[in-house]
Antibody
Framework: EVQVVESGGGLVQPGRSLRLSCLVS????????MSWLRQAPGKGLEWIGF??????????EYAASVKGRFTISRDDSKSIAYLQMNSLRTEDTAVYYC???????????WGQGTLVTVSS | QSALTQPASVSGSPGQSITISCTGT?????????VSWYQQHPGKAPKLMIF???YRPSGVSNRFSGSKSGNTASLTISGLQAEDEADYYC??????????FGGGTKLTVL
């Protein structure tokens, strides 16, 4: 059974940093691109970025809204993807989802999400 | 403002059919056969319903179907059931190696 479990969310002040983790089981993590998406309260889904598998260079792509502030990384030995969020803003408040990304086709396995609240 | 345009809401009675549109541009929906649709119930993670415009993952009811014409993709749900009431999001791969989503459509089963 595939499991995707995000963690690390919480309340953080504007301008501070936070790192989210995404622990995966049930498939060979290192073979796949992983994406992070978010959903602000009452709003739609927004893709944040992805990290390709090592076979495709392990490179990353980001949405313009987070480029330069957020960084995605991975540890294939632990089957974990990370989302490092710096210089957080109130508008970054959202539920953050980690998904398996079958670019360019679709996202199939999703975690339950972790809530990040940016507020003073 | 979302990159892809969806109606904010649609509604239908049990047994009826509804269609949700998703309009993009030639650099996303119109340029690729990689449109997907996701269903999201309140407080839950999104669930893949359609991929590559018209393909259903295993386990998804054949009441769900997808199509595309030009820069507009569509999701059709036939034989509406109460459990179909949810938010629906379209998504497309785009020319800048990024993903774009629609703003979501709230489906109400009357």
């Amino acid at each position: 059974e595939v499991q995707v479990v995000e963690s690390g969310g919480g309340l953080v002040q504007p301008g501070r940093s936070l790192r989210l983790s995404c622990l995966v089981s049930g498939f060979t993590f290192g073979d796949y691109t992983m994406s992070w998406l978010r959903q602000a309260p009452g709003k739609g889904l927004e893709w944040i970025g992805f990290i390709r598998s090592k076979a495709y260079g392990g490179t990353t792509e980001y949405a313009a809204s987070v480029k330069g502030r957020f960084t995605i990384s991975r540890d294939d030995s632990k089957s974990i993807a990370y989302l490092q969020m710096n210089s957080l803003r109130t508008e970054d408040t959202a539920v953050y989802y980690c998904t398996r990304d079958l670019s360019p086709s679709y996202f199939d396995y999703w975690g339950q999400g972790t809530l990040v609240t940016v507020s003073s | 403002q979302s990159a892809l345009t969806q109606p904010a809401s649609v509604s239908g009675s049990p047994g009826q059919s509804i269609t949700i549109s998703c309009t993009g541009t030639s650099t996303d929906v119109g340029g690729y056969k990689y449109v997907s649709w996701y269903q999201q119930h309140p407080g839950k993670a999104p669930k893949l319903m359609i991929f590559d415009v018209s393909y259903r993952p295993s386990g998804v009811s054949n009441r769900f179907s997808g199509s595309k014409s030009g820069n507009t993709a569509s999701l059709t749900i036939s034989g509406l059931q109460a459990e179909d009431e949810a938010d629906y999001y379209c998504s497309s791969y785009s020319s800048s190696s990024t993903w774009v989503f629609g703003g979501g459509t709230k489906l109400t089963v009357l």
